[in-house]
Nanobody, 122 residues
Framework: QVQLVESGGGLVQPGGSLRLSCVAS????????MGWYRQAPGNQRELVAT?????????AASVKGRFTISRDDAKNTVTVFLQMNSLKPEDTAVYYC??????????????WGQGTQVTVSS
């Protein structure tokens, strides 16, 4: 089994910062592409940022220059981070991490975290 567990959401004032974390663990052989998505009430889930196993990053235009995605590939777990600076009220959403994982049975599929709420408000 593979698990993705997120943490780091919360309430922050406009202009503030938050750091999200997502740990992938379990029966993992390799973690490929990882990413963060978000979904605001009444909206579809949208891409925020992705990072490949080689460290190549991609960002939505709305967060470029403010958010930074990174990852730490340890022996038994892989963690993806999202550093969010200069937060705006429109960044308010539930944030989900996603990982494409090859498990030890050599099956590849996408996994999602449970989501963490980020609220930007004064």
């Amino acid at each position: 089994q593979v698990q993705l567990v997120e943490s780091g959401g919360g309430l922050v004032q406009p202009g503030g910062s938050l750091r999200l974390s997502c740990v992938a663990s379990g029966s993992i052989f390799r973690v490929n592409l990882m990413g963060w998505y978000r979904q605001a009430p009444g909206n579809q889930r949208e891409l925020v940022a992705t990072i490949t196993s080689g460290g190549t990053t991609n960002y939505a235009a709305s967060v470029k220059g403010r958010f930074t995605i990174s990852r730490d590939d340890a022996k038994n777990t892989v963690t993806v981070f999202l550093q969010m600076n200069s937060l705006k009220p429109e960044d308010t959403a539930v944030y989900y991490c996603k990982a494409n994982i090859l498990d030890r049975l050599r099956n590849t599929r996408d996994y999602w975290g449970q989501g963490t709420q980020v609220t930007v408000s004064s």
